[in-house]
């Protein structure tokens, strides 16, 4: 909502939010929105908890067909992936071929552009506080798998380690997470900030 916020204030980009409150919206939900409104950026946004209470620092995700970046990636992938199943492109009745290689062709060019935003979001949360990972990490999250719109997971903090829970509560800490996310939008987009 903070960043919903900022983004109002700024007249050339329109954000749309999945939801209003804290309710369970389905992964192919939350994508649908996204292509209904003709979404040129899908962001999730997150703060995660794993049984590690240590772990700690922002991590950014973009997806990936070949595996998962690291251990936790992979963790996090197969939890949020449990929850729902995501569509895609249409195939129709395309040959196989064909098929294979229009969602490769688009897979490969989303992919680039979510890399690209990824790596501006993260630079930006690096400015904000400690980064779990200093590279944009990857792995199968089913809610990035849309073909034809960069999408990018962000876990902005552990709610499990409990110094990042006393942060998450306070409204400066989050505020200055919504508005790194804004400038590093706005570096994908090429706009100055406001």
């Known amino acids: 909502r903070r960043l919903s916020n900022i983004l109002q204030e700024d007249m050339r980009i329109n954000g749309v939010l999945t939801r209003q409150d804290d309710t369970r919206v389905r992964l192919r939900t939350r ?3 996204a292509r209904e409104k003709k979404a040129d950026l899908f962001l999730s946004i997150h703060a995660d908890a794993i049984e590690n209470r240590a772990v700690k620092g922002s ?8 595996g998962a970046s690291s251990e936790l990636a992979r963790r996090l992938a197969f939890q949020a992936n449990s929850a ?5 492109i249409k195939r129709d009745n395309k040959p196989d071929d064909l098929w294979e290689t229009l969602v490769d062709l688009s897979q490969k060019a989303t992919l680039e ?7 501006g979001i993260l630079s930006e949360l690096n400015h904000v506080g400690r980064v779990h990972k200093k590279k944009v990490q990857s792995a199968g999250f089913m809610v990035l798998k849309s073909l034809d719109i960069p999408s990018v997971l962000i876990e902005v ?8 829970e006393i942060k998450l509560n306070k409204p400066s800490f989050r ?10 939008a706005c570096a994908f987009f090429n706009l100055e900030e406001n």
Do not use: C, H, M, T
């Not at 505020?175 to 590093?184: D, E, L, N, P, W």
């Open 175 to 184: 505020q200055s997470v919504a508005r790194a996310i804004y400038k590093g």
């Open 84 to 88: 729902d199943f995501i569509g895609s």
């Open 157 to 164: 903090a552990f709610i499990s380690n409990p110094s990042e």
């Open 59 to 66: 991590s950014v995700y973009i997806l990936s067909n070949r």
């Open 113 to 119: 552009e979510s890399n690209r935003a990824a790596r």
């Open 31 to 33: 994508v649908g929105v």
